[in-house]
């Protein structure tokens, strides 16, 4: 069973070496090694699927801000709406120049686009995102794979150990 590394998914430059310290034989770890790096792949395939319900957050607000200006296209300047200040709190407001929107890229830094631009990119980033959660999604299974057999590894030493265990007593009764 090959096992990858959570260093190789934290820091991609360093895979290959992630990959040859991670090909190991289950079969000679003990019972305690096992269970830590059971555990180990536990806490990993948790952050990893924190880190996917993420990105499905993130698709959805790209999703909803493409709509948005899809929308705004055929609209004029002065319209009254209502603009959202948090989730659950909206404010009366006007619309404003409609031929440009403010698009937010990350880090405190926005550019301004045409609404149909913002579209465009809005589009390119829910692909971008899917692309990654579709990868993200084959580490966790690989992941859930490799707990699997490290459990079934687990089990099959203690049922060892228990059955030697037994056979001492009977020499010993």
């Not at 709190?89 to 550019?111: E, K, M």
């Amino acid at each position: 069973v090959q096992l990858l590394g959570a260093a190789a998914l934290r820091r991609p430059r360093d895979h290959t070496r992630a990959m040859s310290a991670s090909n190991m034989n289950l079969g000679a770890l003990s019972p305690q090694q096992l269970q830590g790096l059971g555990e180990s792949l536990e806490q990993d395939i948790q952050q990893l699927t924190e880190s996917l319900a993420s990105l499905q957050k993130a698709v959805g607000r790209y999703h909803t801000s493409g709509r948005a200006m899809e929308q705004m296209n055929g609209e004029e300047e002065g319209k009254e709406m209502l603009v959202p200040l948090t989730s659950s709190l909206y404010v009366p407001g006007r619309l404003g120049d409609v031929s440009t929107v403010l698009l937010d890229i990350g880090t405190g830094y926005f550019v301004e686009k045409k609404p149909m631009d913002g579209v465009d990119y809005c589009k390119r980033k829910v692909m971008l995102l899917r692309d990654n959660m579709e990868k993200l999604i084959e580490v966790i299974n690989q992941k859930r794979k490799q707990s699997t057999a490290v459990s079934q590894t687990f089990q099959q030493k203690m049922a060892q150990m228990n059955e030697q265990q037994g056979k001492r007593n009977e020499v010993g009764a």
